[in-house]
């Protein structure tokens, strides 16, 4: 048989978008890049590190353990790019491979150079000063010690369970009394700092498995340590949804729990470990279908963000902190009055999340507020969030709390937020079984006068206050009455199931959310046709969903111009004659991490233009967001909001030079040359107030104009 022409066989399913789990594996690589990025200061780049070790822990416990579930229940079902799970997980295990590698090769790059500007990482056998040893000894005597729980390895005790991240250490002894061998396991507890810092300068960083080696002598008086092992594995972390559970909450709980003993999906284990050990491990995962792949370095990489915490300044970003909103703190603090008066939106983190409290917080001790609604998909552990909507409840409000229990790995956490806030009286609801409640949406009603006001926050990220610190998103904040009535409907939609008839301004998922923007394309296709610029720029965290792919290079062949800004995965393949050849995409990876999405359609002119329809969302371009979620589309129509997204936000992230990677049909991504005139948008935004919250104080001070490179 004749091989199939390249060309061509870029028209069939497999060549026309990127694998998932491969383009996700591609963006974990740009993180782990910026560790080696000079132009971050040394523990900024330690940081990226460890986040590229986190990342890849979270990619194994949830997408790799689905394929591993599908290839070991014989699920025949391909990838969009034609791909079986057999032939994915080969893949991710070849990709991954090679990324652990790199990630290793980063660390001795960044432990040598930490060494040379006074943090040290050293090892069990590393010489120590008199002063240092002793107080190692007496902290590991008092503070490690009394924790460790060593258990022999032998016919009368089974191999334990060791939890998800587990790390432990398997000892070859020997007894000195009568040279018997006998081998134990020590399990290091996940309540136990992964580094120890010994007291002093330069200041010294002891893994805690290298401190136990160190000291085995006090934890096992009167043997010989023959050999030692590290090892750690990764567990299946997923919680199905039982379609016939009868309680949500219990099943969750109970959810929870097995999770904590889900099937191993990988074992991490020391290069140097022994043969036998190797031998034993491997068969305590018998029945597991487990990856065991040996590490030559540092196994944890994702556990290097304890250094990152020394106190040194001068090897982190300079501090920044938010601005408060101007035009609120003109009106006294007043949020209602500053949102009565004309639409506010907000850009996090530069602008604090401080105003979404202080709005909530204000409806809380406000008299005239009769009731709120909120949605809380993640609110964090330390929520003000959740303070000031018992604090409504208490001061006798009506308050109704949409809590998503399918928050991976923030379930456990919810359910402690839904418990208290039923305790002060919210009325506290889980929404739907089989979707989650994604959109981030706040409701105030209020009374003025005679009738009732409602003031709405619209937000594409959660209502964190950590995450707010370094994820850029938007909180439109408006008291229109279409909106007001459109937010109730979603409330009621999630709430008592009555679903929206008649909506003025949003655009809901799973009802419509993407046919709106698939027609939305067609409009611009219908420009082109009918003569003139068809353009579409939007902005997200992943592009995954083939319906919208397909339209959009259906709209690539009529001739619309498509930017995209797609920060993580993007199956959506650029560049292709004939099928993409319009469409261009960047990711942008730096000091924040861009988590806004924005779509913004051109309406028959150039882009940008005062006329083009520009929309804020909480959902991504995936078939989750559009087939198993509540989510929302709110379009931007007040002028001063309009500019500051489509001229600032989005122009900003598509003329960044020193961030951004752009994306070719191949599937590689390589960094831009900043050239001449390189552009950070993180670092404009940083220095530049916003418009729409300058307030009439900053009105006469001038905004720098962006302009797209090599465009009128």
């Excluded at 409290?357 to 909120?374: G, N, S």
Aim: proline content about 6%; glycine content about 6%; some cysteine.
């Amino acid at each position: 048989m004749a091989e199939a022409d390249p060309a061509t066989s870029l028209t069939l399913p497999m060549g026309r978008y990127f694998n998932r789990e491969l383009s996700w594996l591609a963006f974990n690589q740009r993180v782990l890049e910026e560790a080696m990025n000079r132009a971050h200061p040394l523990l900024e780049r330690l940081r990226f590190l460890s986040i590229s070790g986190a990342n890849l822990d979270e990619f194994f416990s949830v997408r790799v353990a689905g394929l591993k579930g599908q290839q070991l229940q014989d699920v025949d079902m391909c990838s969009a790019d034609g791909l079986t799970a057999g032939q994915q997980l080969a893949a991710i295990a070849a990709e991954t491979d090679r990324l652990m590698l790199a990630q290793q090769k980063v660390w001795g790059v960044v432990h040598g150079e930490l060494a040379q500007v006074g943090i040290e990482v050293v090892g069990p056998t590393s010489p120590i000063d008199p002063l240092g040893e002793a107080w190692l000894r007496d902290h590991f005597l008092n503070q490690i010690f009394p924790i460790l729980t060593p258990q022999a390895l032998d016919p009368a005790h089974p191999f334990p369970f060791i939890p998800n991240e587990g790390l432990s250490i398997v000892f070859d002894l020997q007894r000195l009394s009568d040279k018997q061998p006998i081998r134990e396991l020590v399990m290091i507890p996940a309540s136990l700092a992964r580094f120890v810092r010994i007291p002093g300068e330069p200041a010294r960083y002891m893994a805690l498995e290298a401190v136990i080696r160190r000291f085995s002598g006090d934890l096992f008086p009167g043997y010989m340590v023959r050999n030692s092992g590290v090892f750690r594995i990764i567990r299946d972390s997923d919680i199905e949804i039982e379609e016939e559970a009868e309680d949500l909450v219990r099943h969750y709980r109970s959810a929870i729990k097995r999770r904590r003993r889900g099937r191993v999906i990988r074992m991490e284990i020391e290069e140097r470990i022994p043969e036998p050990v190797e031998e034993m491990l491997q068969d305590m995962l018998q029945g597991h279908e487990a990856v065991v792949v040996e590490v030559e370095g540092f196994i944890g990489i994702g556990d290097l963000s304890g250094i990152v915490d020394e106190d040194r300044p001068d090897l982190k970003f300079e501090p920044y902190v938010p601005r408060f909103p101007e035009r609120i703190r003109e009106y006294g603090g007043d949020c209602f009055a500053a949102i009565r008066a004309k639409d506010i939106v907000v850009h996090h983190p530069y602008e604090a999340f401080d105003v979404v409290v202080a709005f909530l917080k204000q409806a809380a001790v406000d008299p005239d507020v009769v009731a709120i609604k909120q949605t809380l998909y993640r609110a964090g552990k330390q929520s003000a969030i959740i303070r000031a909507l018992i604090d409504a409840a208490e001061a006798g409000k009506s308050v109704t709390a949409v809590v998503e229990l399918k928050a991976r790995f923030d379930e456990e956490q919810n359910l402690m937020w839904a418990d208290a806030l039923e305790r002060a009286g919210v009325q506290v609801v889980y929404g739907f079984i089989d979707w989650k409640t994604h959109a981030k949406v706040s409701m105030v009603i209020r009374r003025e006068g005679d009738q009732f006001r409602s003031y709405c926050h619209f937000g594409t990220g959660n209502y964190h206050p950590v995450t707010a610190r370094i994820y850029t998103d938007l909180s439109f904040f408006t008291a229109d009455p279409a909106y007001s009535r459109d937010a109730a409907a979603l409330f009621n939609y999630i709430t008592g199931y009555v679903e929206p008839q008649g909506l003025e301004k949003l655009v809901m998922s799973p009802r419509s959310l993407r046919d709106h923007l698939c027609a939305m394309v067609d409009k611009e296709i219908d420009h082109v046709r009918a003569g003139r610029p068809g353009t579409i720029w939007a902005k997200m965290n992943s592009l995954v969903d083939p319906a919208l792919i397909e339209k959009l290079y259906a709209a690539s062949n009529a001739g619309v111009q498509i930017d995209l800004i797609v920060r993580g995965i993007c199956c959506l393949r650029p560049g292709v004659p004939g099928m993409s050849e319009n469409i261009r995409v960047k990711s942008v990876v730096g000091r924040f991490l861009e988590h806004s999405r924005i779509a913004v359609f051109g309406n028959g002119k150039a882009l940008p233009n005062n006329g083009a329809k520009v929309y804020i969302s909480s959902a991504d371009w995936m078939p989750r967001n559009f087939d198993r979620r509540v989510e929302f589309l709110a379009p931007i129509e007040n002028p001063t909001v309009h500019d500051q997204i489509l001229d600032q936000v989005m122009v900003a992230n598509l003329i960044d030079s020193e961030q951004s990677w752009t994306l070719d049909s191949t599937g590689h991504y390589t960094r831009l040359d900043p050239g001449d005139k390189p552009f950070n948008l993180h670092r404009y935004f940083m220095t530049n107030p916003s418009l729409s919250g300058r307030g009439a104080a900053l009105d006469n001070e001038a905004v720098p104009t962006l302009r797209l490179r090599g465009r009128a």
